[in-house]
């Protein structure tokens, strides 16, 4: 039986071994952003609720809906961050990193909060891999962001992620595209919802997936047409590095992001396998961010990854292709199993030399005989258990088994961690 108590409803939860995938793609994430010179960064996961609606936006559904407000015991309104970005550029701002080199580059990771229905890739709870630009407006910086995620659906041997891209100009070019949209929105049969969002956020509206809405938004004009010349040499610039890096992309005119921040280049990460949450990435540049939350001039690209997503896509594509996801490093490579006082204690330091000497080991707890001891071997994963008797302490030796092939040898303790070391290593 279980306890009285579960989760709460839509809180992505890991235990092992599915938590051992998900902290080896996030360490392998970790790589990607160290080999490219990203700093990590350690958030405050509760904000004041205003650097939300100051940064991510009041019209977003994310702040008007979705965000975990509460008072604190001062008095104070706080939110559980929904998202990454505007933490970060508070922080940056905070510790005064952008009055060192620029651009300010960093990325941090850990649960973000939206009060969504819950449903298979969308949570209440759940993980991003967030990195972020801060401090130049320089085409390579977009892309750079791009190679970084790119390389790392990569290394996990993802093959069918697609790249979406878009611009969505900046602040002289958009206000005369969004009123010309929205004078095309307006002579529309559009229902009240969305006739309300025609004016506060017209944008979305270019996003709305109801086939309904869908097939009269045919003829809509579209901010590619209609970007200022800088804008436009700035994606173009954009796109040709891309080709450079060989990275493939889909241009998405319709592609607009759910955050009120985005200027200039957009784009998401997609995944034809999962259906309705199909997004496992997305992010931008945000060059008003930092004024929207009372920072100087300074503008910012990034991204948030989602985890859950991508796990589930790195599912999608072993069920596709017939097997397993990627194993990731064992928790245990050698089992001891001792058979009496003497040995255990013989067996507990070699277990911490075996760990010192970098090799994952374990042994069985709680005087286990034989055969509950070889069924925790069993069961631990182990490609060798360590068997020790009285008998074998008296000749100096332990027997090393081999738990897939099941054969035995006596292996002097003395050379006990350079054999094991070997054996594994072929
Ligand atoms: P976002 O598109 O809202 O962007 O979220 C980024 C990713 O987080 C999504 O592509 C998706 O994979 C994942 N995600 C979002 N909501 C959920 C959910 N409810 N359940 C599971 N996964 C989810 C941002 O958050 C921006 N801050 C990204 C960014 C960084 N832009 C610039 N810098």
């Given amino acids: 039986m279980s306890s009285s108590f579960q989760a709460?409803?839509?809180?992505?939860?890991?235990?092992?071994?599915?938590?051992?995938?998900?902290?080896?793609?996030?360490?392998?994430?970790?790589?990607?952003?160290?080999?490219?010179?990203?700093?990590?960064?350690?958030?405050?996961?509760?904000?004041?609720?205003?650097?939300?609606?100051?940064?991510?936006?009041?019209?977003?559904?994310?702040?008007?809906?979705?965000?975990?407000?509460?008072?604190?015991?001062?008095?104070?309104?706080?939110?559980?961050?929904?998202?990454?970005?505007?933490?970060?550029?508070?922080?940056?701002?905070?510790?005064?990193?952008?009055?060192?080199?620029?651009?300010?580059?960093?990325?941090?990771?850990?649960?973000?909060?939206?009060?969504?229905?819950?449903?298979?890739?969308?949570?209440r709870q759940f993980y991003q891999l967030d990195l972020e630009a801060i401090g130049s407006e320089d085409p390579r910086v977009d892309a750079e962001t791009i190679a970084i995620a790119w390389n790392w659906y990569r290394s996990l041997g993802l093959t069918r992620v697609r790249l979406l891209l878009n611009s969505l100009g900046c602040r002289e070019c958009r206000p005369a595209y969004r009123a010309l949209l929205q004078d095309f929105l307006r002579g529309l049969d559009l229902d009240e919802g969305t006739r309300a969002r025609v004016e506060i956020n017209p944008l979305r509206v270019l996003?709305?997936?109801?086939?309904?809405?869908?097939?009269?938004?045919?003829?809509?004009?579209?901010?590619?047409?209609?970007?200022?010349?800088?804008?436009k040499a700035y994606h173009d610039r954009v796109r040709e590095l891309l080709a450079d890096l060989g990275i493939e992309w889909e241009d998405t005119p319709t592609l607009v992001r759910g955050l009120d921040y985005y200027t200039r280049t957009t784009y998401e990460f997609d995944h034809p396998l999962l259906g309705a949450q199909s997004g496992i990435g997305g992010g931008g540049r945000y060059d008003g961010l930092s004024e929207d939350i009372g920072g100087p001039p300074l503008?910012?690209?990034?991204?948030?990854?989602?985890?859950?997503?991508?796990?589930?896509?790195?599912?999608?594509?072993?069920?596709?292709?017939?097997?397993?996801?990627?194993?990731?490093?064992?928790?245990?490579?050698?089992?001891?199993?001792?058979?009496?006082?003497?040995?255990?204690?013989?067996?507990?330091?070699?277990?911490?030399?075996?760990?010192?000497?970098?090799?994952?080991?374990?042994m069985t707890f709680g005087g286990k005989r034989l055969k509950g001891a070889m069924k925790d071997a069993d069961r631990s994963g182990a490609r060798y258990a360590v068997i020790l008797?009285?008998?074998?302490?008296?000749?100096?030796?332990?027997?090393?088994?081999?738990?897939?092939?099941?054969?035995?040898?006596?292996?002097?303790?003395?050379?006990?961690?350079?054999?094991?070391?070997?054996?594994?290593?072929?």
């Fill in 8 to 123: 709460p409803k839509g809180v992505s939860e890991y235990v092992p071994p599915r938590a051992d995938l998900f902290y080896a793609v996030r360490e392998a994430f970790a790589e990607q952003a160290r080999l490219a010179g990203y700093g990590y960064l350690e958030l405050a996961v509760f904000e004041d609720t205003n650097l939300f609606k100051r940064g991510v936006g009041e019209s977003t559904d994310v702040v008007s809906k979705e965000m975990y407000t509460f008072e604190d015991r001062g008095g104070r309104s706080l939110t559980l961050r929904p998202e990454f970005t505007a933490s970060v550029l508070r922080s940056v701002l905070e510790n005064s990193l952008h009055k060192g080199a620029l651009p300010v580059k960093v990325w941090t990771t850990g649960p973000a909060f939206r009060a969504e229905r819950p449903q298979q890739g969308r949570y």
């Fill in 207 to 231: 996003d709305d997936k109801r086939p309904q809405v869908r097939a009269q938004l045919a003829g809509a004009p579209l901010m590619a047409d209609h970007l200022c010349p800088e804008c």
């Fill in 299 to 362: 503008p910012g690209i990034g991204f948030g990854l989602g985890l859950d997503r991508t796990l589930l896509a790195l599912d999608a594509e072993a069920r596709e292709a017939g097997g397993a996801p990627p194993p990731v490093a064992p928790r245990c490579e050698v089992f001891a199993v001792p058979l009496g006082d003497a040995a255990e204690r013989r067996l507990f330091t070699l277990v911490d030399e075996l760990r010192r000497a970098g090799i994952a080991a374990d």
């Fill in 389 to 426: 008797g009285e008998r074998d302490i008296a000749d100096g030796v332990a027997q090393v088994k081999d738990l897939t092939a099941g054969e035995q040898t006596a292996v002097p303790l003395t050379a006990i961690i350079t054999t094991l070391k070997e054996r594994l290593a072929q």
